[in-house]
């Protein structure tokens, strides 16, 4: 995958709650152009590997249960410095510690159910976007 490229899942409290649409458009306001994206319902299994770089600590079973409870929109998303430009849109993974105008400051309410991921590097990006896409389905 090309550099300037990043992953994200919308998580299942922000679907939930009804934010999906209000955080697509904060994406795009920040100038990242969408060049894939799928609803889908994650399976136990799918979770665990998709996650399993946190699987020694202590809220690996939560954060299995909360990332299977619901739906969730995986995207691949294109802006020059995108991984770190992404991190810095979403913000503090503890929303009561994201800056103000974060997504998470705006749509999280807790460290366990904070709304949405992103890639915290280029190389997990390649690896999160395939495991969520076929080529075929990337523009
Ligand atoms: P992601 O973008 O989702 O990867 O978040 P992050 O990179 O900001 O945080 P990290 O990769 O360290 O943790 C992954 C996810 O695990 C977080 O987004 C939370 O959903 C969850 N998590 C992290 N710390 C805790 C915790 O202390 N308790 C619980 N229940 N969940 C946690
Ligand atoms: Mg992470």
């Known amino acids: 995958m090309k550099n300037n490229r ?4 919308i ?3 922000a ?5 999906a ?15 894939a994206m799928k609803m889908r319902q994650l399976s136990t299994e799918a979770a665990k590997e998709f996650y399993q770089i946190h699987k020694e600590r202590p809220f690996f079973n939560d954060l299995i249960n909360y990332m299977t409870s619901g739906p969730i929109v995986a995207a691949i998303l294109e802006k020059e410095n995108a991984v770190l430009d992404f991190r810095a849109l979403i913000g503090n993974t503890n929303p009561e510690e994201a800056e103000e105008g974060t997504i998470r400051k705006m749509y999280a309410k ?4 904070n709304a949405i ?3 915290d590097s280029d ?3 390649a690896i999160e976007a395939a495991f ?7 523009i």
Do not use: R, W
Not at 6 to 9: A, C, D, L, Q
Not at 110 to 113: K, R
């Open 6 to 9: 990043t992953f994200t899942m």
């Open 11 to 13: 998580k299942p409290d």
């Open 15 to 19: 679907i939930q709650n009804g934010y």
């Open 21 to 35: 649409g209000l955080i697509l458009a904060e994406i795009e306001k920040a100038g990242f152009k969408i060049v």
């Open 110 to 113: 807790s460290i366990d159910a």
């Open 117 to 119: 991921h992103g890639s």
């Open 123 to 125: 190389e997990n990006a």
């Open 132 to 138: 969520h896409f076929d080529n075929d389905e990337i």
